[in-house]
C-alpha cells in the first residue's frame, strides 16, 4: 500500500487540489508594516512570523547541520525577530495592545534567556560555533581583598612561631644539624692549627735592603775591631749630610706655615711689626 505522501503526489491529488484553490489568491504578508491599515492582519501576520521563528528554531537545534547551515538559520531567526519588532510597533500605532512591554522574553528550551550581544541573538546550536562561545564565556570573579582586621585575626603564637617545638618533629632535628656543624667547625679549625704549625701558610717576607748600612773594611789593628764589638746593635751609620731632626723639622713647618697665613690675613704694617719684633728677639 502506498504511503499517504506518494498518493498527494499523484495527478488527481494535485488536479483535486487545484480546484480547490481555484479562484481563491492567496494573501501575501505585506513588506512594510507601515502598509497594513487594519488591527486583525497586523495580529495575523505577527503570529504568522512568530510561527516561522518555532519552525527555524526548532531547526536550529540540530548541531549536524554544518557550520554554514546553523549561521544562515540563525541570520533568518534574527531576520524574522527584527520584523516581528516592526509589526509589534505597528500594532500599537492602531490600538492594539503594546507587546514590546507585555510580551514574553525570547527564552530557549532550558528556560534561560536567549543569550545575544547587541541585538544580535543565538540560538541552539549556534551557541557552540567557533568564536560565539568565547563571547559568552564569564570571566572570572575577581577575588575580594581582605581587609587589615580580617587578617589580624588569623594572627597568634603559632603566626609568630612560639609553638614550633610543640610538634615533636623540629627539635631533634636541630639537635642533629647543631652537632654537624659543631664538628666541621671543629675540624676546620684543626686543619688551620695543622697548616699554621707546618708552616703552609706563612708568607715569605722580602728583605728589603737597608740604604743607611756601611759595611767597614775589616780594620787591621785589634783596637778598633773591639771597638766596633763593643757597640750596641753591631751595626755603624756615617750621615754624609746634616740630617735634621724630627723636632726642626716640625717646627720648620710650624714657621712656614704661619708665614703663609700672615701673608694671606695680615695686613702689610702688621706683617712689618712682626718682622721687626723676629729681628729683635733675634728669631
Known amino acids: ?7 498527494a503526489m499523484t495527478a488527481l491529488a494535485r488536479f483535486r487540489q487545484a480546484q480547490l484553490e481555484e479562484g481563491k489568491v492567496k494573501e501575501r504578508r505585506p513588506f512594510l508594516a ?21 519552525k527555524k528554531v526548532a531547526q536550529i537545534q540540530n548541531a549536524g ?35 514590546a512591554r507585555v510580551g514574553p522574553r525570547m527564552l530557549d528550551h532550558e528556560g534561560k534567556e536567549v543569550p545575544g550581544n547587541r541585538g544580535y541573538k543565538y540560538f541552539g546550536a549556534a551557541r557552540d560555533l567557533p568564536g560565539v562561545r568565547e563571547l559568552f564565556e564569564k570571566e572570572p570573579a575577581p577575588a575580594l581583598r581582605k581587609t587589615r582586621a ?5 594572627v597568634d603564637a603559632e603566626y609568630y612561631g612560639y609553638r614550633d617545638e610543640d610538634d615533636g618533629v623540629l627539635l631533634p632535628l636541630e639537635t642533629q644539624y647543631e652537632k654537624q656543624a659543631v664538628l666541621e667547625a671543629v675540624q676546620k679549625w684543626r686543619t688551620e692549627k695543622d697548616s699554621r704549625l707546618s708552616g703552609e701558610k706563612q708568607q715569605e717576607e722580602e728583605e728589603e735592603e ?19 764589638e763593643g757597640e750596641e746593635g753591631g751595626v755603624t751609620f756615617i750621615a754624609h749630610v746634616p740630617v735634621p731632626s724630627q723636632r726642626e723639622v716640625e717646627e720648620a713647618l710650624v714657621r712656614r706655615k704661619k708665614m703663609e697665613l700672615l701673608q694671606r690675613y695680615a695686613s702689610e704694617t702688621l706683617q712689618a711689626q712682626s718682622q721687626e719684633a723676629r729681628t729683635l728677639l733675634g728669631i
Open 210 to 228: 737597608n740604604i743607611y748600612t756601611v759595611h767597614n773594611e775589616e780594620p787591621d789593628d785589634e783596637e778598633s775591631r773591639e771597638e766596633q
Open 34 to 54: 507601515s502598509e497594513c491599515s487594519e488591527l486583525p492582519k497586523a495580529e495575523k501576520w505577527r503570529r504568522q512570523i512568530i510561527s516561522e521563528i518555532s
Open 150 to 154: 580580617e587578617l589580624m585575626k588569623d
Open 1 to 7: 500500500m502506498a504511503r499517504n505522501a506518494e498518493k
Open 65 to 99: 547541520l554544518g557550520e554554514f547551515k546553523i549561521r544562515d538559520l540563525n541570520d533568518e531567526i534574527n531576520k524574522l525577530l527584527r520584523e516581528k519588532g516592526h509589526w509589534e510597533v505597528r500594532i500599537k500605532e492602531l490600538g492594539g495592545p503594546d507587546y
